[in-house]
């Protein structure tokens, strides 16, 4: 069975920083686009960052950028997200998602519905 689980959320001071780890069950994480996504309450569901399979290219939205770093550990088959600087607004559930790579020239994207399989969330709150 293909699982992904995410960890590592919690309440942390505006300011401050926390790690987020994407685990799989069931597969490899390295051959696959992976994706990390966030809802905050009454609002849609947002691509925050993702990283390919193909060439480990990064990609963020404007609002993370120079905050969060997306990064591979294959040794451990987990992806994790460095986020820094955290804010009010980054409050939020946040998802990982994954979807496999089926072509040298594929290219992660920010779109929910390109991602197959997902975690069931871990909640971020910043707040004082």
């Known amino acids: 069975q293909l699982q992904l689980v995410e960890s590592g959320g919690g309440l942390v001071q505006p300011g401050g920083s926390l790690r987020l780890s994407c685990a799989a069950s069931?597969?490899?994480?390295?051959?696959?686009?992976i994706g990390w996504f966030r809802q905050a309450p009454g609002k849609e569901r947002e691509g925050i960052s993702c990283?390919?399979?193909?060439?480990?290219?990064?990609y963020y939205v404007d609002s993370v950028k120079g905050r969060f770093t997306i990064s591979r550990d294959n040794a451990e088959n987990t992806v994790n997200l460095q986020m820094n600087s955290l804010k009010p607004e980054d409050t939020a559930v946040y998802y990982c998602?994954?979807?496999?790579?089926?072509?040298?020239?594929?290219?992660?994207?920010?779109?929910?519905?390109?991602?197959?399989?997902w975690g069931q969330g871990t909640q971020v709150t910043a707040s004082s």
């Open positions: 998602a994954a979807r496999r790579l089926t072509s040298s020239w594929q290219k992660c994207g920010l779109g929910s519905s390109e991602y197959t399989y």
């Open positions: 069931g597969f490899t994480l390295r051959y696959y686009d």
């Open positions: 990283i390919s399979s193909s060439d480990s290219n990064t």
